[in-house]
């Protein structure tokens, strides 16, 4: 007891030194290691000498001291080593010691990137949980794997993690774990452009971590505010709230999310268009994150690096090397989304260079991870590069398919649910009405039986139907505000559709066709040269347009260009036209800088030859009338966009 004593002391003052014998009995000279690396050391060493002397306690307690000092200095290896070999030695089984190992070989197997081991050891440290029956903890272990399968681009199985954590965590009331879980949740969201939820669960991580003076915790918010400035393109927001979180980590040698915030400086300077501070940036978080090692961040280091080179240097070498490294080891530790992006990144790359057998089995690949997490994005891009190389290898089955499913992704980001609902809400609304309608008539002829008898029930009947009346009228035009808050909302979405047409456009993106006269006698040749004059000329604004005006302009005839408006849009060519129509009509009487020019103009502006007719059409497809709509723009117009 007198040794652990001098050891126990040596270690509290730092300055215990640290040497290894060799094979063959002779002993090391000591090795140099900083003051925390041999406090680390000499801990474990303690453990063992403890374990000896049978105090189980005591040997736990020094173990955890020594694998907490190896993390927090970002030694994960090590930390592990010592912590697996311990946990081998000293079997604690189902006990909290037990659990908590258990629980701790998962977070580092995490930190390493080796996420079907840190799911093992999680399943362990679960077991041993729900065995001892402890809340808490098994809360934190779901949280913990939610992480894991959120790094592994599993976002549906992490999320189905964070509901169960939730459901724990809020029955104990645990301010500190719901501020994580909440945050890990918002992060998940965002990640599937959830951005309702996603800002809901942020906001209340926010509130939880200021209430709790979380400095950590605070930096991490501002990290996720600059996000959020950056996405709204508010570069000189962005660039405060990172430079304050940067100060705090810092200020406390926060690696692991200092390397975070240089990770987002290189995406703001990215978007900046300043490649140089992008790739400094982008560089001093893969150092760090390399000497934590940290797999997955390298991976998204490794990654934006590539996307710096490719897009703002130009240097198509240096951006598959990087691209390659990443994707190497993206495989190696499973991370499903950042395997996904990387292949279609090579994929753009391998277009470029004319290796398009190499890129098509690629983006085939972004594409099957696309569908199994309905990643209506990917779906577009690999389904637009996929028709490319389709029809440039003559495939015109493949080409046609692929294109069939860039459009439903297309359709789908469109809210097909909203639309559906509004449906729905008009459905009830008129099936309500009737039975209104009919209860009125039953309560008017019995009246008129007993008027005489019945005069001061009449009174009150009377009393009671303008209250009905009015109920009524707020019914319906509460339905109708209901309309028009939909098709706004369909609205922004379109606009939002719109921009990122533009940037693929102006982007690298942009699809690769064959000259017109290579496929102008095809159905898909129609269909692509069709598609691109309706977005790029709009002729349909123009009054008067009739199918043989579209058959000149795409250079078809009458017969083929109407079979194939039957086919691919199953209506015929007046009521898609009208339908477009609707839709740029009722995009001029969103935008209140419009509100100075007559329903008759905005049915004039939007293609329509007299107002009868753009009356009755718009009518029919919103819903309301054009002047409601303009009205309730009127009225609650502002609440309503800023809701969206």
């Not at 509290?12 to 063959?24: E, F, P, R, V």
């Not at 002779?26 to 105090?55: H, I, M």
């Not at 978080?285 to 490719?310: F, P, Q, R, W």
Request: hydrophobic share 35%; aromatic share 12%.
């Amino acid at each position: 007891m007198k040794k652990l004593l001098i050891l126990t002391i040596a270690i509290l003052c730092g300055t215990c030194a640290y040497s290894k014998t060799s094979n063959d009995g002779n002993e090391k000279k000591p090795v140099t290691l900083n003051r925390q690396d041999t406090t680390a050391e000499g801990c474990y060493l303690l453990s063992e000498a403890y374990f000896k002397a049978n105090n189980a306690d005591s040997a736990f307690y020094f173990a955890l001291k020594s694998f907490g000092l190896f993390k927090s200095s970002g030694k994960y290896k090590r930390a592990k080593s010592n912590l697996f070999k311990f946990s081998q030695q000293h079997n604690y089984g189902k006990t909290e010691s037990g659990m908590i190992i258990q629980r701790e070989l998962a977070g580092i197997y995490q930190s390493l990137g080796q996420y079907d081991s840190s799911l093992l050891f999680s399943d362990h440290a679960l077991s041993i949980s729900r065995f001892l029956d402890e809340s808490l903890n098994t809360g934190q272990i779901y949280t913990d794997m939610g992480t894991t399968y959120f790094y592994m681009g599993k976002f549906s199985e992490a999320l189905n993690c964070y509901e169960k954590a939730k459901e724990m965590l809020l029955e104990l009331n645990d301010s500190v774990q719901i501020a994580k879980l909440y945050n890990n949740m918002a992060s998940t969201y965002k990640q599937i452009s959830y951005y309702d939820k996603a800002t809901y669960y942020f906001l209340e991580s926010a509130k939880l971590k200021e209430a709790l003076a979380d400095t950590d915790g605070l930096a991490a918010t501002y990290n996720n505010l600059a996000l959020v400035y950056f996405d709204s393109d508010n570069n000189k927001m962005t660039r405060f709230f990172l430079n304050k979180a940067i100060s705090i980590n810092l200020h406390r040698k926060n690696k692991k999310y200092l390397a975070v915030n240089y990770t987002a400086l290189g995406d703001l300077y990215m978007d900046l268009k300043q490649a140089d501070s992008a790739l400094y940036f982008y560089q001093k978080s893969l150092e760090l994150k390399t000497e934590m090692g940290n797999k997955y961040g390298i991976v998204i280091s490794l990654h934006c690096i590539g996307d710096a080179y490719a897009g703002l240097l130009k240097n198509e070498a240096k951006a598959e090397e990087n691209y390659l490294k990443a994707l190497a080891l993206a495989n190696e530790i499973g991370a499903e989304s950042e395997i996904a992006s990387l292949n279609l990144n090579l994929g753009e790359l391998y277009i470029k260079k004319g290796k398009l057998a190499a890129a098509g089995e690629l983006f085939r690949k972004t594409l099957d991870y696309a569908n199994r997490e309905s990643s209506f994005e990917l779906i577009q891009q690999s389904c637009r590069y996929l028709t490319e190389i389709s029809i440039l290898a003559g495939d015109k089955a493949a080409a046609k398919d692929y294109f069939s499913q860039y459009r439903v992704s297309v359709d789908s980001l469109y809210g097909q649910e909203k639309t559906r609902a509004v449906l729905e809400m008009q459905t009830r609304f008129e099936t309500q009405k009737k039975e209104e309608e009919n209860i009125l008539l039953q309560k008017t002829n019995h009246l008129q039986k007993v008027q005489i008898r019945l005069l001061f029930i009449l009174a009150v009947i009377f009393l009671l139907l303008g209250f009905l009346i009015f109920y009524l009228y707020q019914q319906k035009s509460k339905a109708h505000r209901q309309i028009v808050r939909k098709n706004l909302e369909i609205v922004s979405t379109e606009k939002q559709m719109e921009e990122w047409r533009t940037l693929s456009r102006s982007g690298d993106h942009a699809l690769i066709l064959p000259a017109y006269n290579e496929i102008e006698n095809t159905t898909l040749g129609i269909l692509v040269k069709f598609n691109r004059l309706m977005q790029e000329e709009k002729p349909y604004l123009e009054p008067g347009l009739t199918v043989d005006d579209i058959c000149r302009k795409i250079s078809t005839n009458r017969s083929y260009l109407s079979q194939m408006i039957r086919d691919t849009f199953k209506q015929n060519f007046n009521a898609y036209i009208n339908e477009l129509r609707i839709k740029e009509a009722r995009r001029l009487l969103s935008d209140s800088k419009n509100n100075h020019i007559s329903i008759e103009g905005i049915g004039s502006m939007s293609g329509f030859s007299n107002k009868v007719t753009f009356h009755s059409i718009f009518k029919t497809q919103i819903g309301v009338t054009p002047s409601f709509f303009r009205n309730s723009m009127a009225r609650s117009g502002s609440d309503v966009m800023n809701s969206l």
